[in-house]
Antibody, heavy 118, light 111 residues
């Protein structure tokens, strides 16, 4: 059974940093693109970042490019999202998603809440 | 303002059919056959229901079907059941230089 478990969310002040982690199990992690998707309270989801199987191709939504960095450690079956210069509008539940291609997100974690507030 | 436009809500009685539209542009929905649909119950993660316009993942009931015409994609739920009450989001590939885009979501109510 595919399992994705996020951690690292919490309350952070504007301008601060946070690192999210996602542990994967039940499938061959290194064979899949992975993504982070966020959902602000009462809003629809938003793709935030994608990373290729080998970690050498990364894509970001314009609103986070230059502030967020997606990475992975295939030896540890783990996905990460380093978030810097956080803003109030980054407040959301962040999901780790297995992306089978063309935004076919077939497996999602339970999500971790990030709140940016003073 | 979402890139894809969906009705805010639709409703139907048990056993009826409902259709949710998802209108994009010639740069996303109209350009590619990579439209997916997600179901989300309150407090839960989204669940993939349809991908590549009209394909169903294993385990998704065949009551759910997808289609596309021009810049508009549609999700139809036939034989509506109580457990279908949820929010539904469409998503489209929008080219290699940008990430996929979601619609604003449609709340389905089973009367």
């Amino acid at each position: 059974e595919v399992q994705l478990v996020e951690s690292g969310g919490g309350l952070v002040q504007p301008g601060g940093s946070l690192r999210l982690s996602c542990g994967a199990s039940g499938f061959s992690f290194s064979d899949h693109w992975m993504s982070w998707v966020r959902q602000a309270p009462g809003k629809g989801p938003e793709w935030v970042a994608n990373i290729r199987k080998d970690g050498n191709d990364k894509q970001y939504v314009d609103s986070v490019r230059g502030r967020f960095t997606i990475s992975r450690d295939n030896a540890k079956n783990s996905l990460y999202l380093q978030m810097n210069s956080l803003r109030a509008e980054d407040t959301a539940v962040y999901y780790c998603v297995r992306n089978l291609g063309w935004y076919r997100g077939d497996s999602w974690g339970q999500g971790t809440l990030v709140t940016v507030s003073s | 303002q979402s890139a894809l436009t969906q009705p805010r809500s639709v409703s139907g009685s048990p056993g009826q059919s409902v259709t949710i539209s998802c209108t994009g542009t010639s740069s996303n929905v109209g350009a590619y056959n990579y439209v997916s649909w997600y179901q989300q119950h309150p407090g839960k993660a989204p669940k993939l229901m349809i991908y590549e316009v009209n394909k169903r993942p294993s385990g998704v009931p065949d009551r759910f079907s997808g289609s596309k015409s021009g810049n508009t994609a549609s999700l139809t739920i036939s034989g509506l059941q109580a457990e279908d009450e949820a929010d539904y989001y469409c998503c489209s590939f929008a080219g290699s230089s940008t990430l996929g885009v979601f619609g604003g979501g449609t709340s389905v109510t089973v009367l």
